[in-house]
């Protein structure tokens, strides 16, 4: 067996023997970083290797590696298994074994490299032997070729022997390796007496001993003799100089050159003859042999065509000795070589032509040589002069491995010691990651059991602290019942907030993708602020560009979580000034060069926190960080965001939205920004004690804006103020032809007036970002605004009457400067202009408690009070009071009257669905505080079988989480009972009397939930209900879902 063979067999069995051993080490050091990992600790011992080792596992065996079958292997295994010394010696003679083929193999590729260098080295000079003799041969063929034409072709010939010798002499240089060339030409037997005149000569025969290595002749001309009778001759007419004695000799008289000549005449091609002593030399040679034709002939000629139109031959003389001798001084090697040329026709008896005689005793290489003649065969054979080198490369490199082998051997040793100390570690550590995998689903668990349990009685708490309020009450038992009620309020949102933060944690917070209108969401977001800011005195606005499409798709409830979030830090934060929430597409506003808030030209007084006369051009007109540093740096990731199958499945028109919340506040330091987004974190510790708060918003809206495929950032400056901005991308929605079953859309149209469309309104305010704000809010009426800078230029417009102007908006802030211009304006039209009269005039205030300057305007001019913050619903509620079409209220404060309510609910039928007893009560009572007739149901069952056509109710609140049958489930049941019974009413088959004279039976069912944000849309809209309200009812909301269904009945109740 030879030696690669006994390694393998030893390698096989070494293999085997470790194959367990090996198994527990790796095993063993997975399992323990592992441990380290669930533990929360850092993986030390084997630094990068343990990582490594688990990310290569955890691609391996998929993300079940962690329990199943590592823990399956580590069990298995017992201490007496750990190898010891008996393993050291095995891997030993692995090491020794694997030197010694580390010589073997690094020894054979010297060698083969050196036999590579060898065979390049022949190879060289075998083509390059070739080329030159291809050169010379070719310059052959154009002598035969000269010679047909100059000697054959011409009458008389323009060549003889002086001319052939001395041109051929000339040239030679251009034969390198010819040692001379000669002409014979052809002579029939009927020509042989006219040739012999011509030239003076006889035609002689060879000598017989010309093809054999003989010594200088001195009696050259006296051996040959007169050529016999033949068929026809060859004689040599020309010849070199070197030549000269070959002149009249018969070359047809020689066995082999007569063989040659009569192939290179039927071939056309160069014809060689076998190795020969060359006359006057002692040196070997050949002879190369063309024929030369009276005409040119095709490239198929036929080997007779060819015989008849012989005229002669030309042959050259090449020295094959002196020729390789030239060659090999022209390639010095600094390795040198033998090189020996065969002629190996014969393949039994081959001729040396040059060098020593060759004995394959050692690595050779033969490299093939082409002279054109298929019948004769060449090669040349290299061998190197010099034995190869001592191998010390192989050496050293065989000594480095054992020595690297032993070297881990050692390391080895000492790592399977402490696999002994893993195994036995490796149940204990097993056993606290089964107690951090209870640990953390106990956590999931309780968060949702508790957070469950413990809203549901603080909704009650909430609830009856909402009736108590409606109650009479003191000033301080008023108080008492406001503080309880808002320390209620927000122990759910921080309980949201937690329960927010650990499924963003876990990984199980999943987005909707429903429709809605953003511009509906920014006013309930405003409206859910406007009380806190008009407290402050500060000015909310919001403003939607153009380019927004009307509906999108989406997950509202979490855009709205993350701009309250934004607004609320902004409210806490920000005394004087204003808050603003501005939304455009990115691509709109990253293509729009930088600007620089200037301060105005005109002044106001009082109108920063410093006291400065100077107003810049923003929203309250104090000073603000520029916008395009909170979101320079975003950019948007089509690839991430092409990934997001949810948007993917709805439409292929996605927009990415760009929306910022801009405040006056007291801003972030420098150093505290880079935190402001980590959970439980606030910029400034002091910050925490004075304006409360757990630090966590900015976390989960961080992680609501990734999952949106968006970027959140901030640009903030100490007492300046702050603007975050964030991206998210939504789908284009398409707007429904008929809108009653999508809740955004029919409230939309709710706040547009026929009677506003096309009308006309002057909008008067200096400073451009807040007239720009109260223009889109007026557009969204179906209001043409014309905006002006100063009160002038707005009674102007009134003055000139180029337009029909219905209604003139005016600021408090400008009203208040122009006073008097606007009291002698009025006067004077008053008087003499009726068209003045029919105009509506509204003054945009902000703080809520009427100032002495205000009751002065509202006692000399006929104005209409419009408290801001702006909002569609809010305007069309004022324009509809002033212009006759509602019954007068404080809607222009922004506050939805009680009356409305009362005359929507009041003698309604209305059925409250919730397990909870307490929820119940609240329900109950709040809506019967409207004046609705209220009955309550415990259970989903019971309401399916109350609700069961006909029946008197005319809307449905319902719990969404009940035990043995949910709110889901039942309002499903409800719906397929009506569509069933409306079917069988349309076929006839039941008589419309028999339920009340109703053909199309469909109750309103409303959902209960803890809080909006975390309603689930899509599932309400699945099971056919046909909208969501919170816990408790909050005013603003259940009229707007009410008054969709019971708003055409209210003027008459």
């Known amino acids: 067996m030879s030696f690669l063979g ?33 533990m929360g600790q850092k993986v030390g011992g084997f630094g990068g290797a343990g990582k490594l080792g688990i990310k290569w ?18 069990r298995s295994l017992k201490l007496e298994e750990v190898p010891g010394k008996k393993l050291l010696v095995m891997w030993t003679m692995s090491g020794i074994l694997g030197s010694l083929w580390i010589f073997w193999y690094i020894n054979s590729l010297a060698l083969q490299g050196r036999k590579e260098m060898l065979a390049n080295m022949c190879d060289e000079r075998a083509r390059m032997l070739q080329d030159q003799f291809n050169v010379s041969m070719n310059h052959v063929h154009s002598l035969a070729i000269l010679v047909s034409t100059f000697h054959h072709g011409k009458s008389p010939s323009a060549i003889d022997q002086k001319t052939f010798a001395k041109y051929t002499e000339k040239t030679a240089f251009e034969r390198p390796l010819t040692s001379g060339v000669a002409y014979a030409q052809r002579v029939l037997h009927a020509e042989r007496e006219q040739f012999e005149k011509e030239h003076g000569w006889t035609i002689k025969v060879m000598d017989e001993k010309r093809q054999n290595p003989v010594s200088e002749d001195k009696s050259f001309a006296e051996v040959h003799e007169t050529s016999p009778i033949q068929e026809e001759y060859a004689p040599v007419v020309f010849a070199q100089d070197t030549l000269a004695h070959v002149v009249s000799i018969d070359m047809l008289s020689g066995k082999e050159d007569r063989d040659n000549i009569l192939r290179a005449r039927a071939s056309g091609r160069g014809v060689l003859t076998a190795p020969f002593g060359l006359l006057k030399s002692r040196r070997l040679g050949v002879i190369l042999t063309f024929a030369a034709y009276s005409k040119e002939l095709p490239s198929n000629a036929t080997p007779q065509e060819r015989i008849e139109a012989t005229k002669g031959y030309i042959g050259g003389i090449f020295d094959v000795e002196s020729l390789v001798e030239k060659l090999l001084q022209q390639l010095a090697s600094k390795q040198a070589i033998y090189v020996s040329v065969y002629d190996t026709t014969n393949t039994s008896d081959p001729i040396s032509m040059y060098g020593l005689h060759f004995v394959n005793d050692g690595p050779h290489h033969i490299s093939p040589l082409h002279f054109g003649d298929p019948l004769r065969k060449h090669e040349m054979r290299c061998r190197f002069k010099q034995k190869p080198s001592f191998p010390w490369l192989a050496m050293t490199s065989s000594l480095g491995f054992l020595l690297i082998i032993l070297l881990i051997g050692h390391v080895v040793h000492a790592a399977f010691t402490r696999v002994v100390k893993v195994v036995r570690d490796f149940h204990e550590m097993m056993e606290l990651k089964a107690r951090a995998e209870a640990a953390d689903i106990a956590k999931s668990q309780f968060l949702a059991t508790v957070s469950h349990e413990i809203r549901t009685p603080m909704n009650g708490v909430l609830g009856m602290l909402q009736m108590l309020m409606d109650t009479d009450l003191d000033e301080t038992q008023l108080d008492y019942v406001k503080t309880a009620q808002a320390s209620g309020k927000a122990l759910v949102s921080l309980i949201n ?27 309930d977001i405003v409206s859910l602020f406007c009380g806190k800011s008009q407290d402050k005195g500060i000015e909310l606005a919001a403003y939607v560009s153009d380019k927004v499409p009307d509906i999108l798709i989406g997950d509202p409830g979490r855009l709205r979580q993350i701009i309250t979030n934004l607004v609320d830090n902004s409210i806490k934060f920000t005394e004087k000034g204003h808050i603003f929430v501005s939304v455009q597409p990115f691509d709109e506003v990253k293509n729009l060069p930088q600007t620089v808030t200037k301060p105005l030209s005109r002044q106001f007084g009082d109108c920063n926190r410093n006291g400065c006369s100077n107003s810049y051009d923003t929203l309250s007109g104090f000073p603000v960080v520029e916008r395009r540093r909170s979101w320079e740096k975003f950019s948007f990731n089509m690839d991430r965001f092409m990934n997001n199958q949810s948007l993917k499945s709805n439409t292929s028109d996605f927009i990415n939205l760009l929306v910022s919340v801009e405040d006056t506040g007291i801003g972030i330091p420098l150093e505290a920004q880079a935190r402001v987004f980590t959970p439980f974190m606030q910029a400034d510790s002091s910050t925490s004690r004075i304006h409360g708060g757990t630090g966590i918003g900015l976390s989960i809206s961080k ?53 506003l469309q096309r009308s006309i309104a002057v909008v008067v305010d200096p400073r451009s970002v807040r007239a720009k704000v109260t223009k889109y809010h007026l557009q969204r009426l179906g209001i043409q605004a014309e905006i002006c800078s100063d009160l002038s230029q707005g009674l102007a417009k009134i003055s000139h009457g180029e337009k029909e ?36 005039f509204f003054l945009l205030s902000t703080s809520v408690a009427p100032t002495k300057t205000r009751a002065q305007f509202l006692k000399k001019y006929p104005l209409t009070v419009i408290m801001k913050p702006l909002r569609a619903s809010m305007l069309s509620a004022c324009f509809q009071r002033v212009m006759g079409v509602q019954k007068k209220g404080n809607c222009c404060h922004g506050d939805l009257p009680l009356s409305s309510l009362k005359s929507i609910l009041h003698g309604k039928w209305i059925l409250v669905v919730d397990d909870n007893a307490v929820n119940l009560r609240v329900a109950a009572g709040a809506l019967k505080k409207y004046g609705a007739n209220v009955e309550c149901t415990e259970s989903g069952k019971e309401a399916v079988m109350v609700l069961k056509p006909p029946h008197k109710f005319d809307a449905c609140f319902m719990d969404v989480q009940m ?46 939930t803890a809080d909006v944000i975390y309603a689930t849309h899509e599932d309400c809209r699945r099971s056919g209900m046909d909208g969501y309200v919170s816990k408790p009812f909050e005013e603003s909301q259940l009229y707007e879902e009410v008054a969709r269904f019971f708003e055409t009945n209210s003027t008459s109740d």
């Open 6 to 38: 006994v390694l393998w067999v030893y390698i096989t069995m070494v293999g085997l023997h470790l194959r367990k051993w090996l198994r527990v080490l790796c095993l063993s050091i997975v399992n323990w970083n592992l441990a380290k990992e669930i």
């Open 57 to 74: 596992w955890r691609r391996v065996v998929g993300e079940d590696w962690k329990s199943h079958h590592i823990s399956k292997s580590m």
């Open 497 to 523: 907030e937690v329960l927010d933060q650990a499924k963003i944690e876990s990984g199980k917070l999943e987005l909707e993708a429903v429709q809605f209108d953003l511009r509906s969401l920014l006013d």
């Open 703 to 755: 992680c609501l804006v990734d999952l949106m495929n968006g970027e959140i950032g901030l640009a903030s400056e100490y007492h300046i103020g702050s603007t975050f901005t964030f991206t998210a991308v939504f789908a284009r929605g398409k707007a429904k032809l008929n809108g009653a079953n999508d809740p955004k859309q029919q409230y939309r149209q709710d706040y547009v007036m026929p009677e």
């Open 805 to 840: 102007i219905n209604l003139f908006v005016v600021d408090e802030e400008e009203l208040v400067k122009q006073d008097r211009l606007f009291s002698a304006f009025s006067i004077d039209k008053a008087r003499k202009d009726a068209v003045f009269n029919q105009i509506k």
């Open 963 to 1008: 035990p043995e049958m949910d709110g889901f489930e039942a309002t499903r049941r409800i719906r397929v009972m009506e569509a069933d019974i409306n079917d069988r009413i349309q076929r006839g088959e039941l008589s419309a009397e028999t339920y009340g004279h109703i053909t199309y039976w469909h109750v309103p069912i409303l959902a209960m």
